[in-house]
Every structure is written in C-alpha cells, then in structure tokens.
C-alpha cells in the first residue's frame, strides 16, 4: 500500500521536459532516488510484520503452554479431591453395603444325624441332629438353639425362612411319610407345615424322601419332624438324611437400614 501511494506520488511529480534534457535527468535521478527510498521502507516494513509475527507465534505457544499446564494441575487437584472424599466416606459406604447384603444375601444352616442310624418304633421325632460343618461360610446361618435332645431347631432371628427336608429310608420295601411341625411360642398346638409321603419298589431296599416350605418364622419358633409309621429304619449319616433352614430376609436388618 505504501509503494502504490508512493508510486502514485511520484508520478504527480515527474514532470519530463523535451526542451531541457538537464531538467529531465535531474527529476529522473530524484525519482529514482525515491524509489529506492520507498523499497527500503516497504522492506523494512515487511521485517517488521515478520518479527511481529514470530512474537505473536511464541505468545501464543507460550499461552497454549500456560493453558495446558493450568488444566492439568486443575484436573489433577480435582482427582485429589475426589479420592480423598471417596476414602472419607468409604467406611459409611462399607457399612451400608454390608447391611443391605445382609438382607439380600441368604443365610444356611444344615443339619445332618448326630448319629448314623435311628430306628424308628413309634411316631417320634427324627434326630438327634448337628449342624453341618460344611456350610460354615459368610453365608452360614448360627442364630438358632438345638433344643428337646437336638431333636427340634429352635430360631432366634424373626424372618421369611424356607424350611427343606429329606429322610433316607432303608429296609423292607414299604410306604414311608413324614411331616414338618411348627410349635410356636405362646401357642398350645402344633402346626403341620408340609407332609412328604413315598414307597420304595418291590426290588429297591432304599428311598429317600424330600419337601420343603417357605414360612415366616417368631423368634422362638420350634422346627421338628416327625416320623408318621412304626418301625421304620432311616439313615441319619451326612448325604442321607438333613433338615435345612434358609433366612430368605430378615426383618431385623430392615428395620436397622430404615
């Protein structure tokens, strides 16, 4: 833009004379002066924009550095912040989950013969029994009595149980039944839960019979069965015969997470 202004100038200012040659060189040599006056300019100007330009590259670099830098220090004090405040609050954390896999998780207990064999020659209860041992895991359910000669489970824990029962009978072939009774607190009867009936086949000496129920259960509450025919041999080793109680949900924990 200088030059063409210059340019312009300087043609307003030529002013060529036929009739006086010394005129016209003296003007030519002026003018040419200019021009070199006003490339020198233009060049310098050209200098200037570039070292401006490398100065506003380098702030610039210098500012996206700086930028950078900030985000990452940002972003590194906020995952600080977010992993103290997780381990502040990871022991309340702990604790609610612990409560509600308290009441989602089911609780076992198994109980197997105290001794191997029982011969039944009355309508009696079947046992003793013993809790088994191989259920002794987090999921092992202990909140319970061995009562009347360890022939009745009594619960400690009120809660939605399920109840499941098989007796091994060996001998003669014949019918074979018997129930599951509920005796509860504070009441004079007592309750039949389920009944299993079976026979064995003319050629088998073995049968086994098996049933289950989904109750709610009192703490307190008594768990027995009993044998429906006489002279009756029943297997009482482990991986015969077992009663078993399963804590479904438990209303102590519910109430405690409320």
Same mark, same amino acid.
Not at 18 to 45: F, H, R, Y
Not at 206 to 214: A, P
């Given at each position: ?97 612990? !409560?509600?896999?308290?009441? &989602?998780?089911? %609780?076992?207990?198994?109980?197997? +013969?105290?001794?191997?064999? *029982? ?105 027995? !069965?009993?044998?429906?025919? &006489?002279?009756? %041999?029943?297997?009482?080793?482990? +991986?015969?015969?077992?009663? *078993? ?5 438990n209303n102590t924990s519910r109430r405690r997470v409320r």
């Amino acid at each position: 833009m200088a030059r063409k202004i210059k340019m312009e100038h300087l043609k307003s200012d030529i002013d060529l004379h036929v009739d006086n040659p010394t005129k016209n060189a003296e003007n030519l040599i002026e003018w040419n002066v200019d021009m070199k006056v006003t490339v020198s300019n233009v060049q310098s100007i050209n200098v200037n924009l570039l070292l401006l330009m490398s100065k506003y590259d380098r702030l610039n670099r210098s500012l996206n550095r700086a930028w950078i830098h900030r985000s990452e220090r940002f972003l590194e004090n906020r995952n600080l912040h977010d992993m103290q405040r997780l381990l502040e609050e990871a022991s309340s954390i702990t604790k609610t989950i612990d !409560i509600f896999d308290r009441i &989602r998780r089911p %609780l076992v207990a198994t109980f197997v +013969g105290a001794i191997p064999e *029982q011969h039944i020659t009355d309508t009696v209860y079947i046992g003793p029994w013993v809790k088994s041992t191989k259920n002794d895991t987090q999921y092992s359910l202990n909140k319970f009595h061995l009562v009347e000669d360890k022939k009745s489970i009594e619960v400690t824990v009120t809660g939605l149980y399920m109840i499941s029962a098989q007796i091994f009978y060996f001998g003669e072939p014949t019918n074979y039944s018997y129930w599951i009774l509920l005796n509860s607190e504070g009441k004079s009867t007592t309750q039949k839960l389920v009944k299993c009936s079976t026979a064995s086949s003319a050629s088998a000496t073995e049968v086994s019979c098996y049933t289950s129920v989904i109750i709610p259960l009192q703490r307190g509450d008594r768990v027995h !069965i009993q044998q429906q025919e &006489r002279d009756r %041999l029943i297997n009482m080793r482990e +991986g015969h015969s077992y009663i *078993q109680l399963v804590l479904l949900s438990n209303n102590t924990s519910r109430r405690r997470v409320r």
